[in-house]
């Protein structure tokens, strides 16, 4: 059974282009939540969606930054004209349904804004 | 200040040696996590304790919490250099808007001399 999963691992993009970043969850997972870490801080929530369904957005910023997670295929986290205060390590997790309180996480994509 | 604050921010031990690492929190919680993070990589779960426990024991980690306090210890015994990583805590907030959404401390950097 794969763990979760997250591409790019390492994504660079110059100010004003548009990151993607995509999640596959744990087989079976229907939840998912996407952190961003700066550097040398502990990780921030942004977003918890279920499938089709953003269930909490509380932690993302209002603009620029929007979140997906489609029927079919992986969850995506887009931001778009990405600034340099955007160059973070972002993480999903994913748990199932049935038990939402441990939460597996990616490996994570660490986005460079030159 | 933050809910979750890991102290210290940094421990530095030599293999054999225990390493003590605490959490202070500040609102309600339903269960509290404790999660490792080798460098540039992603978390990984630890262990969990719910409120309505003190103590909780997993191989060499031992947990406690004191809602009275509002604090949690994550103790590692006989430290080997592999656990050289960084220790978040991660609490799930009574009455939050969405079950399963973390909020992580700052961390505690621990290293183990060989």
């Known amino acids: 059974n794969a763990g979760v999963m997250q591409n790019p691992r390492h994504l660079v993009r110059r100010r004003g282009q548009e990151a993607r970043l995509r999640c596959s969850p744990m087989?079976?997972?229907?939840?998912v939540y996407w952190y961003r870490q700066l550097p040398e801080e502990g990780l921030k929530f942004m977003v918890y969606?279920?499938?089709?369904?953003?269930?909490?957005e509380s932690g993302m910023p209002k603009e620029r930054f929007s979140a997906e997670f489609p029927k079919e295929g992986p969850s995506i986290l887009r931001i778009q004209q990405v600034v340099r205060g955007d160059s973070a390590a972002y993480f999903c997790?994913?748990?199932?349904?049935?038990?939402?309180?441990?939460?597996?996480f990616g490996p994570g994509t660490r986005l460079l804004v030159l | 200040s933050q809910q979750g604050e890991e102290d210290p921010q940094a421990l530095s031990i030599q293999e054999g040696e225990n390493a003590t690492m605490n959490c202070s929190y500040k609102?309600?919680?339903?269960?509290l996590q404790w999660y490792r993070q080798n460098s540039g990589r992603g978390l990984v779960h630890l262990i969990l304790?719910?409120?309505?426990?003190r103590e909780k024991h997993s191989g060499r980690l031992r947990v406690t919490l004191d809602t009275s306090k509002k604090s949690s210890s994550l103790l590692i015994t006989a430290s080997r250099a592999a656990d050289t990583a960084s220790y978040f805590c991660?609490?799930?907030?009574?009455?939050?808007?969405?079950?399963?959404?973390?909020?992580f401390g700052q961390g505690t950097i621990l290293t183990v001399h060989p």
């Open positions: 997790a994913s748990s199932p349904r049935t038990e939402r309180e441990t939460q597996y």
């Open positions: 087989k079976g997972h229907s939840h």
């Open positions: 969606l279920q499938k089709e369904n953003i269930i909490d």
């Open positions: 609102t309600s919680i339903n269960n």
């Open positions: 304790i719910r409120s309505n426990e």
């Open positions: 991660a609490t799930v907030i009574t009455g939050g808007t969405s079950y399963g959404k973390l909020t």
